[in-house]
């Protein structure tokens, strides 16, 4: 690995910086890794991302959570809501669902919109937590007035399914809109469903083919199984143009700071 002096990072312009973080990952791990272990804040929380994905250097769970650590302790939102993530899917170290919860709810209330997310879902599982679904409302819908296109997808589905709110279709179609235009495969999904329920069928067929770019292999599968048994048939041809492809990523949500939900209000639904 490139060795990197206390005296180059000191020297280092910002448009240099730029520039080795955008070329060859094992050079900008060796400089972010450099600035990490020289106390800069912002770098631990990214070292802590590479070691995390193995980006530029050898994937390393424990390693990244010592980063994540260094960095949420110093207040750092990203690394707080990070570090919650290791203790609830125990990277590098016990999973611990509380503790987990303590972290994004710091992430949370720094303003953080992926905290904020991470939050609102463990209140709404009640998933280290009590659950209470009226105050994971309201971090959903603080994360969506950030644009947060997952929180937008949620709210949409407590609009849609009564969550102590009154239930209304109207308002559930604009918030599923909102997040699939954000990008969100789940909102793309949910929000295809209600065109289609409204008799949409060609712009709903064009969300639907948006969802297996980046929507996980489970939720493909689960979307596969719903498209099968539709009435409709360009639905059911979308199916089969999926069958036998690859479809989906392996493991979670595709931004790794956004945790993996299953519950179903985002699963699809006939």
């Not at 890794?33 to 020289?38: E, H, K, L, R, S």
């Not at 960095?71 to 290791?86: Q, V, Y």
């Not at 789940?186 to 709903?204: P, T, W």
Request: net charge negative.
């Amino acid at each position: 690995m490139t060795q990197v002096t206390l005296k180059a990072l000191a020297n280092v312009s910002h448009d240099e910086f730029a520039a080795i973080l955008s070329g060859p990952p094992a050079q900008a791990a060796a400089w972010v890794g450099a600035a990490a272990q020289n106390g800069i804040v912002e770098a631990q929380a990214v070292y802590g991302q590479y070691l995390l994905d193995g980006h530029g250097v050898e994937r390393n769970l424990d390693e990244a959570f010592v980063w994540f650590r260094h960095a949420a302790r110093r207040d750092h939102p990203m690394a707080m809501n990070m570090l919650g993530r290791c203790y609830e899917h125990g990277w590098g170290t016990a999973a611990c669902a509380p503790v987990a919860v303590y972290w994004y709810r710091l992430a949370a209330r720094a303003g953080l919109d992926w905290g904020m997310y991470n939050y609102a879902s463990a209140l709404a599982l009640g998933h280290g937590i009590e659950c209470d679904r009226a105050q994971a409302l309201q971090w959903f819908q603080r994360a969506a007035e950030l644009g947060h296109a997952k929180s937008l997808n949620f709210v949409g589905s407590f609009y849609e399914d009564g969550w102590v709110v009154d239930a209304d279709a109207d308002i559930a179609l604009d918030y599923y809109r909102r997040a699939a235009e954000g990008g969100d495969f789940r909102g793309q999904f949910n929000y295809a469903r209600l065109l289609a329920e409204r008799g949409e069928i060609a712009d709903a067929l064009q969300w639907l083919q948006r969802v297996p770019g980046t929507a996980t292999a489970a939720f493909v599968a689960k979307m596969r199984r719903w498209l099968a048994a539709s009435p409709v048939s360009a639905f059911r041809a979308l199916e089969q143009s999926l069958a036998g492809s690859v479809n989906g990523s392996p493991d979670a949500d595709v931004n790794p700071q956004g945790r993996a939900m299953l519950n179903r209000t985002q699963e699809p639904r006939a």
